[in-house]
């Protein structure tokens, strides 16, 4: 029987034309850089958001169920508490004056008319 000649092997990777493997070698070497710097660049980014994060803050609550917060949200609460505070003694100042005051529109008068012939003895 006769000999057959060997199959040529075709090419595993297609190869464009013109390009050599050296040259399809340092392009994936390039894209292989510019991909860690953008996997550099992303993480910038999520440590400056992580950054911001911890900026804003968060609200919670601890064992005994008062509210704690941290970094802005925490600063405007303590500022809330501190005015709701502040409010409530004000309107605390104003019912104790309103009562003070009623109290006397309603006995000012009695004393008034109870004393008042002495006091006109007395202006005489």
Known sequence: MPETPPRRRTRAVNQPEGKTHDEIYQLIE???SKAEQAWQAT???EEMLTGLTKAIGSESQ???G???GTGIVGRLMRLEHD???RFGKFDGWVKMLTGAGVAFAI???ALWWLTGDRLALLLK
Do not use: T
Request: aromatic fraction near 6%; avoid cysteine.
């Open 107 to 109: 006995i000012g008068p």
């Open 66 to 68: 008062q509210p704690v």
């Open 30 to 32: 390039e894209s292989a």
């Open 43 to 45: 993480a910038k980014i």
């Open 62 to 64: 601890d064992e005994y």
């Open 83 to 85: 005015v709701a505070h």
